[in-house]
């Protein structure tokens, strides 16, 4: 690679960091994260300097094929019948479609539209991707449509959560509980981490077979395939024309772009993003550099948030790339008009592309007015929901088939060495600590503290200091607010636990504000995802957090290190039992409405903060229970255990549980305290 080629793409990072600037300066741990990315990006690019020759990029194709489908878990092993069949079509003067339905897995249905010349003949095919709208396979029917008016054949299928194969679907909101498609991508993200794979392995699956039914027509020439799509359809293209060497000519829109721009900007969602992906040296460019020599047209407009320049990154590194094979011609760069998607300029070098690649550019690539049809007139299934299918199977059902065969039940020893592994337990030794705003009242001090709890990680909390002298036992508190009206907020518990005479820290760990986005039932999935692509994992780290905490305490002179306890509400607490595991000084444990067990996650399609608590394979081996196992007989106070909606389960002993009657101001107060004294006593 020349100097100067290396010297523009710095230049133009160095503009494309710019704008997100702002943003990391108000996120932290963001920014931490985000010089971890930039540095393994950075090792990436320094091997790829080093490729020279044909040779070169050949053995770095093998070694990032296999990389993509480690981290992926592999794709499904099988290889049974389709069963395709087709219920229906629509026939105009111009194009047919036929409504397609067919198994890519058993028992999970694909629904797709086939779009074809109403001439009978043998036609090149084009595979194309929705991107994320709800009804899925109508998005690109005018591109599909022109596409036939052109002489291809062309299949529009709906993706996971999208269309008639909504994951959440409830009779009475007569849609989705988790909201929409994208949350639904993201409850499967948490589930197929739990059981160290990546989701999308299931997309690209999806999108294989479909090619396999494409080929399967005797009006599609097999040899003349080609996949396009925009935004989520983009990813999905990318992978398909990366993995898949049947197509033959690829375009992916308003998604190519370079991590260097994504990790802190637009990082997609959980089927569009890879598990350690930084981590294992990868970068977009990987996937369009594994088919080459094969035709890519990468698209971006304007104003989109997959932003124009961070496509470019991709497209020059590619470009270079292809310069090896002497294959310049076959990878180009187009920017369209205006936000987000596909406009007609856009669509017109789709149309460009195909019939230049895939038919010997013999047409006019000119858009020609079609008829649309809605989403209704476009669906397969007699009620718009595969589910209703007999023998239908949703996603969580295969991740939950592939958990029960992977499973191997591992030892509290082996536990122990994954905490070690996973950077919980430290040294030991207690970080230097900034105090300011203290204050005094009659229960004795507070003051704010902060300190780092790894180097270039700084965290906050409260500590309660009472007046009494001597060595006191300790309590820290994982803070939170009141999650509902019969719990106590930590602030309370704190002020009471003082009051007791306890030196108390309210410890909050690391944490991403800016990837809260609001949405139902996710948590902060999007902190929980960027670390993982960059081969560390937050609730670990979140766990190590807290034993820091424990660190301040044991080496203050007020605490007896003998005495310290931990007590945190909900997914917090799941954090709390992997420091307890890991650190003999935590004496006791206190977790209320915490859900009691992981491998329960993937047992429904909807989940509460999962990603929250997930660490990548972990559920193969142990659960919750294993946590507390590996305490030995240092006591767990467990009350009001919780499914993954939030729902008291009743599990009896030794769980614990609140009782409810008519004023629950006083029974809150007066439960609290009975639980507070119990874990402190």
């Not at 609001?518 to 995802?529: I, K, M, T, Y």
Request: aromatic share 10%.
């Amino acid at each position: 690679m020349k100097q100067t080629a290396i010297a523009l793409l710095f230049a133009t990072f160095l503009s494309l960091s710019s704008l997100s600037a702002q943003g990391l300066v108000q996120d932290p741990f963001l920014q931490w994260m985000d010089r971890i990315a930039q540095q393994q990006l950075q090792r990436r690019e320094n091997a790829i300097a080093e490729i020279h020759t044909v040779a070169d990029a050949e053995r770095r194709k093998k070694l990032v094929r296999e990389s993509l489908l480690e981290i992926l878990g592999g794709l499904p092993d099988y290889n049974g019948p389709l069963n395709p069949r087709v219920t229906g079509r629509i026939q105009n003067e111009s194009f047919t479609i036929e409504k397609v339905i067919f198994e890519s897995l058993p028992g999970f249905f694909v629904t797709a539209n086939l779009y074809r010349p109403n001439r009978p003949g043998r036609y090149p095919a084009v595979l194309l991707q929705s991107g994320h709208t709800q009804e899925g396979k109508p998005e690109p029917q005018r591109l599909a449509a022109n596409l036939a008016l052109k002489g291809f054949v062309a299949l529009a299928f709906d993706p996971i959560g999208q269309g008639e194969r909504e994951q959440t679907f409830d009779p009475q909101l007569q849609g989705p509980l988790a909201g929409w498609s994208v949350n639904e991508h993201i409850h499967a993200g948490a589930q197929s981490l739990l059981i160290g794979e990546g989701v999308g392995r299931y997309f690209i699956w999806d999108a294989k077979r479909a090619l396999d039914y494409l080929l399967s027509r005797p009006d599609v020439d097999a040899t003349r395939i080609g996949a396009a799509g925009c935004s989520g359809g983009g990813a999905l293209t990318t992978f398909i024309g990366a993995l898949d060497p049947r197509v033959k000519a690829v375009v992916p829109a308003c998604y190519p772009n370079s991590y260097r721009v994504l990790f802190a900007g637009p990082d997609p969602d959980s089927e569009m993003s890879f598990p350690d992906f930084l981590a294992s040296g990868l970068d977009t460019a990987d996937f369009v550099e594994l088919s080459a020599h094969a035709p890519w047209l990468i698209q971006a407009t304007e104003h989109d948030y997959f932003t124009p320049a961070g496509a470019k990154l991709v497209y020059e590194e590619v470009r270079r790339w292809y310069a090896l094979y002497g294959a310049e011609d076959k990878v180009r760069f187009f920017i369209g008009s205006g936000p987000h998607g596909t406009p007609l300029e856009s669509r017109e070098a789709i149309y460009e592309w195909m019939i230049r690649w895939l038919k010997d550019g013999q047409g006019d690539f000119h858009e020609q007015p079609v008829r649309l049809y809605t989403n209704h007139e476009l669906l397969v299934t007699p009620t718009g929901r595969v589910e209703d299918e007999p023998g239908s199977r949703k996603l969580y059902q295969l991740i939950l088939a592939d958990f029960r065969a992977k499973k191997r039940q591992g030892t509290i020893p082996e536990l122990r060495a994954e905490l070690w592994k996973l950077g919980i337990p430290t040294e030991g030794s207690s970080p230097e600590v900034k105090a300011w705003d203290e204050s005094n009242g009659p229960e004795g001090r507070r003051q704010h503290i902060k300190f780092e709890s790894e180097p270039g990680v700084e965290i906050e909390g409260k500590l309660y200091l009472p007046t009494s002298p001597g060595r006191k036992p300790a309590v820290l508190l994982v803070a939170d607010k009141a999650s509902y009206f019969l719990a106590a907020s930590t602030e309370t518990l704190a002020q009471r636990m003082a009051k007791k005479g306890r030196v108390v820290l309210a410890l909050e760990p690391r944490d991403s504000p800016s990837g809260y986005d609001d949405r139902p039932f996710v948590g902060n999935w999007l902190a929980n995802a960027r670390a993982n692509q960059i081969g560390r994992n937050l609730p670990a780290m979140r766990a190590h957090d807290i034993l820091r905490g424990v660190d301040v305490l044991a080496a203050r002179d007020d605490v007896d290190p003998a005495s310290i306890r931990v007590a945190a509400r909900g997914v917090k607490g799941i954090w709390l039992l992997l420091a307890a595991a890991a650190d003999t000084r935590i004496r006791k444990v206190w977790l209320d409405r915490t859900p009691y067990s992981l491998r329960l996650a993937l047992e429904n399609s909807l989940n509460t903060g999962l990603f929250d608590a997930v660490i990548p394979g972990f559920a193969l081996h142990w659960d919750l229970e294993d946590l507390t196992k590996a305490m030995g007989d240092r006591p767990v106070l467990w009350t009001e255990p919780t499914n993954w909606m939030g729902r008291i389960v009743p599990l009896g002993p030794p769980f614990r549980y609140r009782y409810v009657l008519g004023d629950t101001t006083d029974l809150a107060d007066a439960q609290d305290n009975m639980y507070l004294d119990e874990f402190i006593k």
